[in-house]
T-cell receptor
Framework: EADIYQTPRYLVIGTGKKITLECSQT?????MYWYQQDPGMELHLIHY???????EKGDLSSESTVSRIRTEHFPLTLESARPSHTSQYLC?????????????FGPGTRLTVL | AQKVTQAQTEISVVEKEDVTLDCVYE???????LFWYKQPPSGELVFLIR??????QNEISGRYSWNFQKSTSSFNFTITASQVVDSAVYFC???????????FGTGTRLTVIP
C-alpha cells in the first residue's frame, strides 16, 4: 500500500496569498510528481523530480514552484495565488528503477482561490 | 504525440450488471506502458493495473478484467457484477518508455445504482 501524504486536503484562500502545498512519501521513492486536475478533466503534469536537488517543469505550464531538499518531501509553492489557480493538485511518487514505474498518488489538495 | 481517449464521459449501471470502460490510445513509441487508475469521491488515485506493450495477454483479477489489443490500440476495462463501491471516476493512462510522466485520458465516471 502506498504511503504518500498531502496537506492540506482542502484550502480556501484569498487572491494574492502565498501558499505551500505539502507532499511527503515514506516509501523511499526517488521520483516525485505534481499533477493538476481541473473538475471533470484529465490530469496534467506540472512538476517532477528525479531526486534530491532535481526539479523539472512538466507539460502544463504552471506559475507554481517546487523544491526537493529531502527525498521524502516535495512541496509546491504559489507565491501569489489567483482564482485561475483553483484546481485539485495531486502528488505522486515512483521508484526510479523498475520496469513499470507505476506512480502512487496522494489524496490530493483541493485549492480554491477567491 | 501521446494521447489517451476515453469516449465514455459517464456511465450508469444497475448493481450486478457488467460494465466495460473503453480506452483508446495513440503513441508513436514502439514500447510503452498502460495503466488504469480509480478515483473515488475522496479524490486519491488508486492504481489498478499496468500492462506493457509487449504483453497482450488479458488479465483477470476478481471482478476486474482487462482486454489489451495492440491492433486497435485499445485497453478496455470490464467490471463484472458491479457493486455500489465501484462508483468512481476511472482513468486510463499511457507512459511511453523513457517518458517522465503519465498521459491521462479524461476519465469515465461510473455510477452503480443499488
Amino acid at each position: 500500500e502506498a504511503d504518500i501524504y498531502q496537506t492540506p486536503r482542502y484550502l480556501v484562500i484569498g487572491t494574492g496569498k502565498k501558499i505551500t502545498l505539502e507532499c511527503s512519501q515514506t516509501m523511499g521513492h526517488d521520483k516525485m510528481y505534481w499533477y493538476q486536475q481541473d473538475p471533470g478533466m484529465e490530469l496534467h503534469l506540472i512538476h517532477y523530480s528525479y531526486g534530491v536537488n532535481s526539479t523539472e517543469k512538466g507539460d502544463l505550464s504552471s506559475e507554481s514552484t517546487v523544491s526537493r531538499i529531502r527525498t521524502e518531501h516535495f512541496p509546491l509553492t504559489l507565491e501569489s495565488a489567483r482564482p485561475s489557480h483553483t484546481s485539485q493538485y495531486l502528488c505522486a511518487s515512483s521508484v526510479r528503477a523498475g520496469r513499470y514505474n507505476e506512480q502512487f498518488f496522494g489524496p490530493g489538495t483541493r485549492l480554491t482561490v477567491l | 504525440a501521446q494521447k489517451v481517449t476515453q469516449a465514455q464521459t459517464e456511465i450508469s449501471v444497475v448493481e450486478k450488471e457488467d460494465v466495460t470502460l473503453d480506452c483508446v490510445y495513440e503513441t508513436r513509441d514502439t514500447t510503452y506502458y498502460l495503466f488504469w487508475y480509480k478515483q473515488p469521491p475522496s479524490g486519491e488515485l488508486v492504481f489498478l493495473i499496468r500492462r506493457n506493450s509487449f504483453d497482450e495477454q488479458n488479465e483477470i483479477s476478481g471482478r476486474y478484467s482487462w482486454n489489451f489489443q495492440k491492433s486497435t490500440s485499445s485497453f478496455n476495462f470490464t467490471i463484472t457484477a458491479s457493486q455500489v463501491v465501484d462508483s468512481a471516476v476511472y482513468f486510463c493512462a499511457l507512459r511511453p518508455t523513457g517518458a517522465n510522466n503519465l498521459f491521462f485520458g479524461t476519465g469515465t465516471r461510473l455510477t452503480v445504482i443499488p
